[in-house]
């Protein structure tokens, strides 16, 4: 239907290759996220846009969730994201602890010389002090590394690339 948005596009074939992995690593925390070749434009990422999303920079950290938080970590840990900040993590929900969106994933994966580039909003809030939850614990447990690095290595992003 024209004048609703559905999707946002990133352009950038590395960035592309960074949403992408990111999304398939954490389904229920990054929104689905394809790679796309868009005329003119050339090879992006098409992000599926959540109308009912809130900016997270709008509210403290105490308004999320512990688990949601504590997944947030774990992915961003996990992908080594460089820039974790409060404007790239959005609000679901209503009252009370909410769930949260993780966006911006463009700095993730980076090359071993950026590494000391790192920003993780959530390193100082409450919850990822708390004990980890079950659930965070069970997915911690079930990362495949092999995995992964294959995962990485479908969407372009080789440990030679990282090493370039």
């Known amino acids: 239907e024209e004048g609703i948005t ?3 596009y990133k352009p950038g074939r590395d960035a592309a290759a960074r949403e992408y992995v990111a999304s398939r690593l954490a389904p229920d925390l990054v929104p689905e996220t394809a790679r796309f070749d868009l005329p003119g434009r050339g090879m992006g990422s ?4 959540v109308e009912d999303a809130e900016d997270g920079e709008d509210y403290g950290p105490g308004v999320f969730s512990t688990a949601a938080v504590q997944k947030l ?3 961003d840990m996990r992908i080594l994201n460089l820039d974790r900040h409060t404007g790239n993590v959005l609000l679901l929900g209503g009252r009370g602890e909410r769930d949260l969106l993780a966006i911006d994933h463009e700095l993730s994966l980076p090359r071993l010389d950026e590494l000391s580039r790192v920003t993780f909003c959530w390193k100082t809030w409450k919850q990822v002090q708390a004990p980890l939850v079950a659930e965070v614990a069970a997915q911690i447990r079930a990362i495949e590394v092999l995995k992964d690095l ?11 690339h990282q090493l370039a």
């Open 6 to 8: 559905v999707a946002m």
């Open 46 to 49: 098409l992000q599926r846009f």
């Open 73 to 75: 970590a774990v992915l």
């Open 150 to 160: 294959r995962l990485m290595n479908e969407a372009g992003l080789t440990v030679e």
